[in-house]
């Protein structure tokens, strides 16, 4: 077996996820192989890459991740298990900086998992992942991306200087809006401090938009009218027009509020 | 100073330059401006280890001044994996060797990337005859493009793979490719506790007067289901104890050693000193000096 070969083998030797299956077929070439030292070892880079990989951005949804294999006590290092025994694995880009291998691999068994815990991947994904990536021109797995988030709107401010009017308002930042079946940001919360969730998670909608630029996120607890308020100044929009189309709607109120948050600038 | 071109006599016959420190200049800890800015510096010269960046490697030059040692670490030529050589990063190499003026670069006998995934951990070579061929191979062809000599070191072992002993890879290694060798006593004894062997068994295996540089560094011992796994953790852990015996048996054994250096990426500045004061009192007692010191 040529060396690239052996590599490889030893590669997929250490990712996997039943070494049993390893040792049948693996041992004839590497019979110089300490078998408890490669279980251990196995284990040993496993928690390196759930905690180096996904610990910071991904923490609720691979502990609920782990919960949904084998209950509260399952190691989080069982989630890496998994997906570094797939071909899901060989998609990192760096330390998954994308989120490809473990959102690929997820988004690949949906039907294994509660559909809350695939809703608060996509809430992670975005505020851990796609939107800095994308405030900093970075590349996304967009395939992933729309799998994951099929109803993601992302909102960028259009430089449309022939319907500018006179005076008004334009979206000073990219928004994202997307809709959940269930609590995301509660179930998030809830998870990454190390809590834990019921079995059951009861269907609740909520909208989750955020504003990204180069220095960070804003989530915006914003109702519907809100939200397409702000939808709508991704062309420049007259005051007057916009109290028009939100006659109910206390608009100058917000859009004042808007602009001292940046999320809105004026112009004459 | 300008670049340095550095053949394996002049690597050889060079003088000692005593006790450095290997840092990582794009990390936090410690914090190595302030180390160097320190109007005596308690050590005698610094590996740099720079990501590839020539930018802050020519800042490190200029931070330190023209005279004081400066050795490269490098990390991505991939010496041990089979595939063709990668010319960015020997041209990152050799920026940074000029403009650190760097007698030799370090990099280790491992691989971090297989078939462009980055791995986020060091894979180090498969110990077998083979796999000398190919790195030394590839180790002469990489050392025709670069003003002075890649300088193999061994890596920290989990999980042996090939029936070579770590020691006598590095002999075929070193003897192929006519280059110095770098010994890590800390990724020595993470091998030995692979094959169960004492610290120094074998040491007669490696050509003692091809170590140009020893390594010390912190590691942490982590026990998974009874296998003892030694993570090297650098300066976010203390330097065994067994490491400084293995140094004050092994310096004196070194006929031409250039460096001794302490590895302390995420070391904070306080333990970075304490740690030089423990190797210093290994020097002491073994009567060795920096040259001009």
Request: with cysteine; net charge negative.
């Amino acid at each position: 077996m040529a060396l690239k070969e052996q590599i490889l083998r030893l590669d997929r030797m250490l990712r996997s996820a039943d070494l049993n299956e390893a040792e049948a077929t693996d041992l004839e070439v590497f019979n110089h192989v300490d078998m408890d030292r490669l279980h251990a070892f196995g284990q040993y880079i496993a928690d390196k890459v759930v905690h180096r990989f996904w610990g910071e951005r991904f923490p609720a949804t691979i502990r609920g991740i782990a919960f949904a294999l084998g209950g509260h006590e399952t190691p989080l290092a069982e989630v890496a298990r998994q997906v570094m025994a797939t071909p899901w694995f060989e998609k990192t880009i760096g330390e998954d900086v994308t989120g490809s291998a473990l959102l690929g691999w997820l988004c690949s068994r949906r039907d294994d998992f509660p559909r809350w815990l695939i809703d608060m991947a996509g809430y992670e994904y975005l505020v851990g992942c796609a939107l800095p990536r994308l405030a900093h021109n970075e590349t996304r797995d967009l395939e992933m991306e729309k799998n994951l988030l099929p109803e993601l709107q992302l909102i960028e401010p259009v430089n449309d200087s022939q319907s500018a009017p006179g005076k008004g308002v334009q979206l000073a930042k990219t928004l994202a809006l997307v809709c959940f079946e269930y609590p995301v940001t509660e179930l998030q919360e809830v998870l990454s401090c190390g809590g834990m969730i019921e079995a059951e998670v009861l269907p609740e909608p909520q909208a989750v938009l955020l504003a990204v630029d180069k220095d960070g996120l804003l989530e915006l607890d914003a109702g519907y009218p809100a939200a397409d308020l702000l939808q709508l100044c991704a062309r420049p929009q007259a005051l007057e027009q916009l109290k028009s189309v939100f006659p109910n709607f206390a608009v100058e109120e917000l859009v004042e509020e808007f602009k001292n948050l940046t999320l809105l600038e004026a112009f004459n | 100073m300008g670049p340095q071109v550095s053949t394996l006599s002049d690597i050889f016959q060079g003088p000692f330059l005593g006790l450095g420190l290997g840092i990582d200049v794009h990390g936090d800890d410690p914090d190595w401006r302030s180390l160097v800015d320190q109007d005596h510096r308690p050590f005698d010269f610094l590996e740099v280890f720079t990501r590839g960046d020539g930018g802050i490697a020519a800042e490190v030059r200029e931070r330190v001044g023209p005279d004081f040692p400066l050795i490269y670490h490098h990390e991505n030529l991939e010496l041990v994996y089979p595939s063709p050589i990668n010319k960015p990063a020997i041209e990152a190499a050799a920026i940074n060797l000029n403009a650190l003026s760097a007698p030799w670069c370090i990099e280790e006998l491992a691989y971090r990337e297989i078939e462009g995934r980055y791995i986020d951990f060091f894979m180090p070579a498969l110990l077998t005859h083979e796999s000398a061929v190919s790195t030394i191979k590839k180790l002469k062809e990489i050392n025709s493009h670069l003003p002075t000599i890649v300088t193999p070191e061994n890596p920290p072992y989990q999980l042996p793979v090939g029936d070579l002993h770590i020691l006598e890879f590095m002999r075929l290694v070193g003897e192929g490719a006519d280059v110095p060798l770098i010994l890590d006593l800390g990724h020595l004894y993470s091998y030995q506790l692979c094959v169960g062997a004492d610290p120094l068994d074998h040491l007669n295996k490696i050509p003692l007067e091809r170590v140009i540089e020893l390594h010390v560094a912190g590691a942490n011992l982590v026990d998974i289901n009874g296998v003892t796994i030694y993570e090297d953790s650098h300066g976010a852990d203390v330097i065994p104890e067994i490491l400084l015996g293995m140094l004050e048996e092994v310096l004196p054994q070194c006929p031409h050693i250039r460096a001794v250096t302490i590895e302390v990426e995420d070391a904070s500045n306080e333990r970075v000193l304490s740690e030089v004061e423990r190797v210093r009192k290994v020097f002491d007692k073994l009567g060795v000096k920096a040259h001009g010191s």
